[in-house]
């Protein structure tokens, strides 16, 4: 019914920045973004941002400060722009969503790869 496709992420040495974008499409009424996860190999899937319906802002302890999340409602698309990357925020990062908070829905994701 919905389908969610991240872009942006990339190769990046530490230090450095990247915008990440999730663009929502389908059949989007009643949809609503909840935020950013990532995902390391041997890691438990982890919070990164969640973004409220009233755009009050959460984000991971690991983040704050660095990262930043929004959306633009007219474009249907999620943004996590990300600041000041570190080794440890290497990861597949994955846009989630929402309809009627019963069927949830998630992007294929997008490699950060943060290296020197």
């Known amino acids: 019914q919905v389908n969610l496709v991240e872009s942006g992420g990339g190769l990046v040495q530490p230090g450095g920045s990247l915008r990440l974008s999730c663009v929502a499409s389908?059949?989007?009424?009643?949809?609503?973004?909840t935020g950013w996860f990532r995902q390391a190999p041997g890691k438990q899937r982890e919070l990164v941002a969640h973004?409220?319906?009233?755009?009050?802002?959460i984000y991971g302890d690991s983040v704050k400060g660095r990262f930043t999340i929004s959306r633009d409602n007219a474009k249907n698309t999620l943004y996590l722009q990300m600041n000041n990357l570190k080794p440890e925020d290497t990861a597949l990062y994955l846009c989630?969503?929402?309809?009627?908070?019963?069927?949830?829905?998630w992007g294929q994701g997008t490699q950060v790869t943060v290296s020197s």
């Open positions: 389908g059949s989007i009424n009643r949809f609503y973004f």
């Open positions: 973004i409220r319906s009233d755009g009050n802002t």
């Open positions: 989630n969503g929402q309809i009627y908070s019963w069927a949830t829905y």
